[in-house]
Nanobody, 119 residues
Framework: QVQLVQSGGGLVQPGGSLRLSCAAS????????MGWYRQAPGKQREWVAT???????NYADSVKGRFTISRDNAKNTVYLQMNSLKPEDTAVYYC?????????????WGQGTQVTVSS
């Protein structure tokens, strides 16, 4: 069983910053790619960023230069530092992790956390 537990998020004014965290726990052999998606009200889930186990990173154009993804492999934790936040960043943010376990390869999701950017 693999669990992803998110923390962080909340309400911030435009131009502000927030940091999200997501920790993987349970029984597994390896955590491969980790990353974030988001879903705004009335919209489809949107990919935000991915970081590989080798710490290569990729970002959606909409967040490039403002968001930074990082990970701590010893803690099986991924972070999303969000700077220069805009109202259009308002969404529920979900982390994911691609995990190898005794049940095989699978993608697991966090519970979601609300980020609201508003004055």
């Amino acid at each position: 069983q693999v669990q992803l537990v998110q923390s962080g998020g909340g309400l911030v004014q435009p131009g502000g910053s927030l940091r999200l965290s997501c920790a993987a726990s349970g029984s597994f052999f390896a955590v491969n790619d980790m990353g974030w998606y988001r879903q705004a009200p009335g919209k489809q889930r949107e990919w935000v960023a991915t970081i590989t186990s080798g710490v290569g990173t990729n970002y959606a154009d909409s967040v490039k230069g403002r968001f930074t993804i990082s990970r701590d492999n010893a803690k099986n934790t991924v972070y999303l530092q969000m700077n220069s936040l805009k109202p259009e960043d308002t969404a529920v943010y979900y982390c994911f992790a691609a995990v190898d376990s005794d049940t095989g390869y699978g993608r697991y999701w966090g519970q979601g956390t609300q980020v609201t950017v508003s004055s």
